[in-house]
T-cell receptor
Framework: EDQVTQSPEALRLQEGESSSLNCSYT??????LFWYRQDPGKGPEFLFT???AGEEKEKERLKATLTKKESFLHITAPKPEDSATYLC????????????FGTGTRLLVSP | KAGVTQTPRYLIKTRGQQVTLSCSPI?????VSWYQQTPGQGLQFLFE???????NKGNFPGRFSGRQFSNSRSEMNVSTLELGDSALYLC?????????????FGPGTRLTVL
């Protein structure tokens, strides 16, 4: 069965304290891995898509990397406005758009 | 460019009723997918539509149905509501519906079943 596991479930950081979120996956065939950010009461906001092992993408304080079994979202010098739930999702190599989501990491950055 | 819009934003229904939720994709987007989000199960895939055709369906009972119109707008319907149907229903649109194409989510419809 295709599975996506995110860790930790929750993470509390001080402003400026860098860290990484993990997304590990067990799927039959990966087409792409997506990172989203979700604020309370809102829909997920797209961050990155990664397609192949070794690929990296950056946006402001965020950097996403991909290996054959997992992806990391690195947060450098976070600010309170980075507080949100970060969701990882995989798209299988089936020809369809269906995303299989992990349960997310709740990040709280304190000033 | 306006984002994905969903109406209504909030709904309260009682068990046994039915409900219709609406989604307007980003202008020019042709593919719409629906997801259910609950605290216990997280985000789960419901359906995927492209050019008015359902291309894929998730593991949900037949009470859940949907359709897509010629202008790419989509609706989903849940009949004979159960308490467990309380959730945030999210619609996502993508430009060309191909694999790897980014899905952009709307704000969701919060459904509460009493």
């Amino acid at each position: 069965e295709d599975q996506v596991t995110q860790s930790p479930e929750a993470l509390r950081l001080q402003e400026g304290e860098s860290s990484s979120l993990n997304c590990s996956y067990t799927v039959s065939g990966l087409r792409g891995l997506f990172w989203y950010r979700q604020d309370p009461g809102k829909g997920p906001e797209f961050l990155f898509t990664l397609y192949s092992a070794g690929e990296e993408k950056e946006k402001e304080r965020l950097k996403a990397t991909l290996t054959k079994k997992e992806s990391f979202l690195h947060i450098t010098a976070p600010k309170p406005e980075d507080s949100a739930t970060y969701l990882c999702a995989v798209q299988l190599n089936t020809g369809f758009q269906k995303l299989v989501f992990g349960t997310g990491t709740r990040l709280l950055v304190s000033p | 460019k306006a984002g994905v819009t969903q109406t209504p934003r909030y709904l309260i229904k009682t068990r046994g009723q039915q409900v219709t939720l609406s989604c307007s994709p980003i202008s020019g987007h042709r593919s719409v997918s629906w997801y259910q989000q609950t605290p216990g199960q997280g985000l789960q895939f419901l359906f995927e539509y492209f050019s008015e055709t359902q291309r894929n369906k998730g593991n949900f009972p037949g009470r859940f149905s949907g359709r897509q119109f010629s202008n790419s707008r989509s609706e989903m319907n849940v009949s004979t509501l159960e308490l467990g149907d309380s959730a945030l229903y999210l619609c996502a649109s993508s430009a060309w519906g191909g694999q790897g194409d980014t899905q952009y989510f709307g704000p969701g419809t919060r459904l509460t079943v009493l």
